[in-house]
Structures are given as structure tokens and as C-alpha cells.
């Protein structure tokens, strides 16, 4: 059985263990600025797509509930009535819309799961080496 002895002393060992410790900090720091950095591009995404849709969709539903209210004119209903079971058709369909884009920024959690997993396994390296 051969024992290795390390010619640095006690100081120059604590000393380099603190070096690889603040390396090791700020690793785990840059890897959490990445990790949150891709999960706000998702939200922002996720955002964009909400505002876009809204866009897009906000004229063609005004003319489609025209359309349903005028159609309910013609087959004999008052125009207020026409008009306010076409509003809310409106709503609901609203809701749908917003309950979807709320969904899509609910599901972009923005913890950094994978640093946090990292700095797990580190701290456990570090005890085993204690």
C-alpha cells in the first residue's frame, strides 16, 4: 500500500479549496443568469404570442359578432337583444382567449431548476469531502 502525501501545506491546501470554492460559486452563479435568461425568452414568447393573437383576432371577432347580431335582427329578435347575446358570445370567447394565454405564462416557471440541482450535487461533494 503506497500513501501519496501532498508537499502543500495546511495553509496552501485551504487556501486552494477556497479558490475552487469561489470558481465553483461563480460557476453556478453564470449558470443560473443562463438558466433564468432562456426561462424569460419563454415567457416573453409566450407573451408575444398572447398580443399577436390578440391583434389578429380582435377585428374578425368584431365582424363576426356583427355578423350574429344582425342575423338575430332578421330573424325577429329586438337589435338591443341581437346585440347583447352577441356581446356576450364576445365575452366567451374573451375568456377563452385569455384563460389559454394565462396557461402558456403559468407554465414558464421561473426558477432555475437546473442550478438549483447543480448546487445540490455540489454541496453534497463538498460534505463528502469535509
Request: no cysteine; hydrophobic share 50%; charged share 20%.
Amino acid at each position: 500500500m503506497t500513501i501519496h502525501t501532498d508537499p502543500r501545506t495546511i495553509p496552501e491546501l485551504f487556501s486552494d479549496a477556497l479558490a475552487q470554492f469561489s470558481k465553483l460559486l461563480r460557476n453556478e452563479i453564470q449558470l443560473a443568469r443562463t438558466e433564468m435568461s432562456g426561462k424569460l425568452k419563454e415567457t416573453m414568447n409566450g407573451v408575444a404570442f398572447l398580443i399577436a393573437g390578440a391583434l389578429f383576432v380582435g377585428p374578425a371577432i368584431v365582424l363576426l359578432l356583427i355578423a350574429l347580431a344582425t342575423f338575430l335582427a332578421e330573424r325577429g329578435l329586438p337589435d338591443s337583444v341581437a346585440y347583447l347575446l352577441s356581446g356576450l358570445v364576445g365575452l366567451a370567447i374573451a375568456g377563452v382567449l385569455a384563460s389559454i394565454g394565462m396557461k402558456r405564462v403559468q407554465n414558464t416557471s421561473m426558477t432555475p431548476d437546473r442550478t438549483m440541482r447543480q448546487i445540490n450535487r455540489d454541496v453534497a461533494a463538498v460534505k463528502e469531502q469535509v
